[in-house]
């Protein structure tokens, strides 16, 4: 099954029960505004960790009842993100949803050696987007976690994006290794890993899956373009993944669709013991539902 919008995906979800979920650094109305809507939706059953006064608060203002135990109090961001990654540990929550902290102190927390929720051997973060110039949602990856990935960290990218859509319902997901051209160039590496990883999905290797490459954006989502091209593959203009050759072009590619393009966003880390939302601290509160929703899917 292929999925068309963030609303098909909320449609598949209305028969299930809520996740439980714990909220980092939940003191700001954004992050509040959207698990709450979560809840109203019957899509989790939230903790919330964090200021607990402004907590409290916020969900007065809001109109929301709390119970005693939903809200965990802490005395900074670093006590709160190891709070919030100890409740993960213990079994208290399903998906992380990142509230009013940096990011690199919530994934700190969460890819301690000791007390961390790793449990892949990389951990991936997927952009998922709905532009309206595209026939269904995008996958992007990696886009904000791995800075320069070589090609064994190509494989567990690819593998965790992958996985991940196959937890949405994807029976076959399409994959493309993204570069500026189509062929193998000795001066452009990226293409050489390209090469390796669709004759590793040739073989098997990703489970049931298309992968493609090298090939460009356009040919990857424009079936014109391939045509005119005489570029012939099951994956040119129907592409599900995008895996970006660096953390800069998956970055510039995400943030170029959803500003520039219109397009709406979700974010998730993959490769921990939970999914992990990972929204900016400026989102908006519908930005923050749908990362809420995809985690809500994977459970």
């Known amino acids: 099954m292929v999925i ?48 607990k006064e402004k907590i409290i608060s916020l969900a007065q203002n809001l109109g929301e009842d709390l119970e005693p135990d939903q809200v965990v109090d802490t005395v900074d961001d670093a006590d709160c993100a190891a709070q919030s990654v100890g409740l993960i540990r213990s079994g208290a929550g399903a998906m992380l949803i990142k509230g009013m902290l940096q990011t690199g102190t919530l994934l700190k927390a969460a890819v301690h050696k000791e007390t961390g929720i790793r449990s892949g051997e990389v951990m991936s973060h997927v952009a998922i987007l709905d532009v309206p110039g595209y026939h269904k949602l995008l996958y992007i990856t990696d886009g904000g976690m791995v ?10 990218i690819l593998r965790n994006a992958v ?54 954006l356009d ?27 660096s953390i800069a072009a998956g970055n510039l590619l995400g943030k170029s669709l959803y500003g520039l393009a219109g397009g709406e966003m979700a974010g998730v880390v993959l490769g921990a013991r939970v999914p992990i939302t990972v929204n900016s601290r400026g989102a908006t509160a519908e930005e923050k539902y749908w990362s809420i929703l995809i985690c809500a899917a994977m459970n």
Do not use: N, W
């Open 219 to 245: 040919l990857a989502t424009d079936a014109e373009a391939a045509r005119v091209k005489g570029y012939q593959s099951p994956v040119a203009g129907d592409a599900d993944i995008l895996l970006a050759p």
């Open 4 to 51: 068309s919008s963030f609303p098909q995906l909320k449609t598949r979800l209305q028969s299930l029960p809520p996740k439980a979920a714990v909220v980092a650094a939940a003191h700001d109305e954004h992050t509040l505004q959207a698990v709450f809507a979560a809840r109203r939706d019957g899509l989790i059953r939230p903790i919330l960790v964090g200021h």
């Open 163 to 216: 996985e991940f859509c196959r937890f949405l319902g994807y029976d076959c997901p399409k994959a493309v290794a993204l570069c500026a051209v189509e062929t193998v160039t000795p001066a452009m590496p990226e293409t050489a890993d390209s090469a390796a990883l669709k004759e590793e999905a040739e073989r098997g290797d990703f489970g049931p899956c298309l992968v493609e490459g090298p090939i460009s």
């Open 147 to 156: 800075v320069a990935p070589s090609l064994e960290q190509k494989r567990h």
